[in-house]
């Protein structure tokens, strides 16, 4: 069964860093676009960055020039490095990836979420 499970989110100050990572497991066919999304309190989920299969990457302007999307295909890995934080960073950062179980058509999962709390 595949699931996408975030990890490395926790409580830091304004202008610190947190790196979350976001693992594929179980049998896959194929891994294409991974996405950060985010939802503080209140709020609609909203995008963060994405990265494609070919390493193409996107952000929102929210974060452009502080946070940097990366993977790691051999360890189905996709990871956020966020720097510069703030406290509207804060959040629940979800991890939503296109993804081919063995055997299957390619679908969207999301994450369970890692909760980020930036303090001022």
């Known amino acids: 069964q595949v699931q996408l499970v975030e990890s490395g989110g926790g409580l830091v100050q304004a202008g610190g860093s947190l790196r979350l990572s976001c693992v594929v497991s179980?049998?896959?066919?194929?891994?294409?676009?991974i996405g950060w999304y985010r939802q503080a309190p209140g709020k609609q989920r909203q995008l963060v960055a994405f990265?494609?299969?070919?390493?193409?990457?996107n952000y929102s302007d929210s974060v452009k020039g502080r946070f940097t999307i990366s993977r790691d295909n051999a360890k189905k890995t996709v990871y956020l490095q966020m720097n510069s934080l703030k406290p509207e960073d804060t959040a629940v950062y979800y991890c939503?990836?296109?993804?081919?179980?063995?055997?299957?058509?390619?679908?969207?999962?999301w994450g369970q979420g890692t909760q980020v709390t930036v303090s001022s």
């Open positions: 939503n990836g296109d993804i081919a179980p063995v055997g299957f058509l390619m679908r969207k999962y």
């Open positions: 179980g049998s896959t066919d194929s891994i294409g676009t």
């Open positions: 990265i494609t299969k070919i390493y193409t990457t």
